[in-house]
């Protein structure tokens, strides 16, 4: 599994469907920006990191699991309606809020205990959301199939993970100094586009489930 291959096919996959997905992700990410914009600044000083976590929970298991199926859809030569992968994310939404929830204590935790542990808990659950979606899995049966699919497999899923979020993360930086104290509409757009081209990384880990899927099963 070359990660280098692995990026340039999803980089293909994503630049040949920019314009359906955004057109399926996108309303959801600027209306999810705008929310926590609104609620971290009525919150003001008392606003904490984690109510914007709240917000997420509310649009990112929607739109996360409508890319997931329609990523899925595509690559088998299928065409689905927008209003029928929505339709699916909704009926999916509780039980991968649940597990995004989940995830997101465990990686916190892990990342406080310096760092290390909540990279490795972050890379062994990067497929649990595809296992739940895709495959109909609980939750706890898809966090633990996905840190079973990683096994042996670790620098890989990470050399690709970081090669799609360290480019946002310098450019989410470069936007801050310039823009130290943007305007809301500014800081909505910025929000939204750091939020929108993150979406890449479902491309790429779907790319990576799909394949040690194959492996596994050949």
């Known amino acids: 599994m070359n990660p280098f291959s692995v990026l340039?096919?999803?980089l293909y996959f994503f630049r040949r469907h920019l314009l359906a997905i955004a057109q399926l992700c996108l309303p959801l990410v600027v209306l999810e920006a705008l929310c926590t914009q609104l609620l971290?600044?009525?919150m003001g000083e008392q606003a904490l990191p984690t109510y914007g976590l709240l917000v997420s929970l509310l649009f990112y298991p929607l739109y996360s699991a409508a890319l997931i199926l329609y990523l899925d859809t595509r690559s088998n030569g299928q065409l689905t309606a927008k209003r029928d992968l929505f339709a699916r994310a909704v009926q999916l939404w509780p039980a991968l809020a649940l597990l995004i929830l989940v995830s997101s204590l465990l990686i916190m935790a892990g990342l406080a205990l310096f760092v290390l542990p909540g990279i490795w808990v972050m890379i062994n659950l990067v497929f649990a959301e595809y296992l739940l979606v895709l495959r109909g899995l609980p939750m706890l049966e898809s966090m633990r199939e996905s840190a079973r699919m990683t096994t042996g497999h670790f620098m890989q899923i990470l050399v690709c993970v970081l090669a799609v979020l360290a480019p946002i993360?310098?450019?989410?930086?470069l936007f801050l100094s310039l823009f130290p104290e943007p305007q809301p509409a500014l800081e909505l757009a910025l929000d939204s586009l750091g939020s929108?081209?993150?979406?890449?990384?479902?491309v790429v880990l779907y790319r990576l489930f799909t394949l040690l899927e194959a492996q596994a099963g050949a």
Not at 169 to 173: F, I, V
């Open 196 to 202: 929108f081209l993150q979406l890449f990384s479902s």
């Open 40 to 42: 971290l600044r009525q």
């Open 169 to 173: 993360w310098l450019l989410d930086g």
């Open 8 to 10: 340039r096919d999803s």
